[in-house]
């Protein structure tokens, strides 16, 4: 028989950017989609009480810097019907 040779595993290959890395294990499970695509579905599902929207509470959703500024002064600005 002939004789076999070891290798000795150094972790992931450091020769891709870190960025990358990271970057391709965030989105294993995800899906890109406009914005518009998805504000119609939840306006129509929080109108309606569904029930499966709880279940959705507490994740987390990645948006640009800017779209969070405008949301964060819509907050802050918007006064409460009376």
């Known amino acids: 028989m ?3 040779k070891l290798r000795v595993y150094n972790g ?3 020769d891709q950017p870190t960025a990358s890395l990271l970057r391709e294990s965030m989105h294993a499970n995800t ?3 406009k914005l518009g ?3 119609p579905l939840l306006a129509d ?3 309606s009480s569904r ?3 709880s279940d ?3 994740d987390e959703i990645t948006v640009s810097s800017d779209l969070h500024d405008v949301l964060h002064a819509y907050r802050h ?3 409460p019907v009376a």
Request: hydrophobic share 60%.
């Open 2 to 4: 002939g004789m076999r």
């Open 12 to 14: 992931p290959n450091l």
């Open 31 to 33: 899906v890109t989609m």
């Open 37 to 39: 695509e998805i504000l």
């Open 45 to 47: 599902a929080v109108a």
């Open 51 to 53: 029930t499966w929207l």
């Open 56 to 58: 959705f509470a507490a």
């Open 77 to 79: 600005f918007r006064r």
